[in-house]
């Protein structure tokens, strides 16, 4: 009995043995490669590592995005009514005696560029402006109206010269200018300022302006920013130091950053102080700066400022999280294509958040000063 209980135990193990490997020669490749992968050469084939899946986001994390998309401008995520709305293009006066302008700390992306007599002007362009004075407001100048028709801005601003009534008429962007039939619907002069240094505007005057133009309010179909962002903060790989940045315009303003290590900006002066926004009292900070090098003269007896903005290309310097590294740029001004490229000829990723540009002649780069301080 115990033969024959122990025979059957021998001859199940037997079938299991060759049902297991029937299979196996099943699932396995064809039995010419079985019989001949023993004598395949392997030397030379590279390792295969498997990747994992990336992690899929918490619910929370999805929950917090839900109605936000990425910024145009700063690269942040924004309410979808805020990031797929046109920003505006504010041109503010940079006289000394209105410099701690309001409204101006609402801007996501900051130009200044030299106009007549040394003074500079600031092109202020964001997507969130708010509030009842915002200024104060002055003259368009042909390369500023360049630079808003780059981003589809409607740019606000009081009176223009014959070159930027030019470039307006060239560009067709959507304007809001003082010295029209919109004026006193869009603007209102502050009395205890002296003109022309006291002409303001709100987010009401501006939205009222739009209402009479019957302009559109969200970008036109296929525009594609020029900018391109990191995903999150990162450190420029670079041994250049860049804690003070000093942008000598000229003797009439000679404006300069500090870097804050806590906060990872930088902190604007200007007029031998902190450069203050009136509105809340705090003190303009940026991400990033952009230096951008263009040719520049003077277009006329007058001193009145041209660049060579239309289809130029030039060099320039990014700046982040206190270090500098070299840039170039390209401009197609029919296209509104803009592209910032990188010391490798890639295009440049820029961190989120605000950003400083300074428009800057070419021919006085000496004049910029990067230190570590």
């Not at 962007?173 to 619907?185: M, R």
């Not at 009222?208 to 920013?225: F, L, N, P, V």
Request: glycine share 8%.
């Amino acid at each position: 009995m115990d033969f024959m209980r122990k025979r059957a135990v021998f001859i199940f193990i037997i079938s299991l043995i060759l049902l297991f490997q029937g299979c196996k020669k099943k699932d396995g490749d064809s039995n010419d490669y079985n019989q001949g992968d023993k004598n395949i050469d392997i030397t030379g084939v590279p390792e295969v590592s498997i990747i994992p899946d990336e992690p899929t986001p918490t619910a929370a994390a999805q929950e917090s995005l839900e109605g936000k998309v990425r910024s145009k401008i700063t690269g942040l995520w924004v309410a979808e009514e805020v990031g797929n709305k046109r920003p505006y293009a504010i041109q503010f006066n940079n006289y000394k005696s209105v410099s701690n302008q309001w409204g101006i700390g609402q801007a996501d992306i900051l130009y200044e560029a030299l106009v007549e007599g040394g003074i500079t002007r600031l092109l202020a362009i964001g997507e969130n402006f708010t509030g009842n004075k915002i200024g104060s407001i002055r003259s368009s100048r042909h390369y500023f109206v360049s630079i808003a028709d780059e981003y589809d801005a409607i740019y606000v601003h009081y009176g223009k010269t014959k070159y930027a009534k030019a470039k307006i008429q060239e560009t067709k962007i959507d304007n809001l200018d003082g010295e029209t039939g919109i004026g006193s619907t869009v603007f209102y002069r502050d009395k205890s300022l002296k003109a022309p240094n006291n002409a303001f505007t709100s987010l009401e005057g501006i939205l009222a302006g739009i209402k009479s133009k019957k302009y559109d309010t969200e970008y036109d179909d296929g525009y594609e920013a020029h900018f391109t962002f990191y995903q999150e903060d990162t450190d420029l790989a670079s041994d250049k130091i860049a804690n003070k940045v000093t942008i000598d315009f000229s003797g009439y303003n000679t404006p300069y950053f500090i870097y804050n290590t806590e906060d990872r900006s930088y902190y604007r002066f200007q007029f031998g102080a902190p450069h203050i926004d009136s509105n809340t009292k705090e003190q303009l900070n940026f991400k990033n700066i952009i230096i951008q090098f263009v040719k520049e003269w003077d277009i006329d007896k007058n001193g009145y400022q041209t660049m060579d903005l239309e289809d130029a290309s030039g060099e320039g310097y990014y700046i982040s999280n206190g270090k500098m590294v070299s840039i170039t740029w390209k401009k197609k001004e029919k296209s509104r294509w803009m592209r910032y490229y990188d010391e490798n000829g890639q295009e440049l990723s820029i961190n989120p958040g605000k950003t400083f540009i300074a428009l800057f002649p070419n021919n006085r780069t000496n004049k910029v000063k990067i230190e570590n301080e």
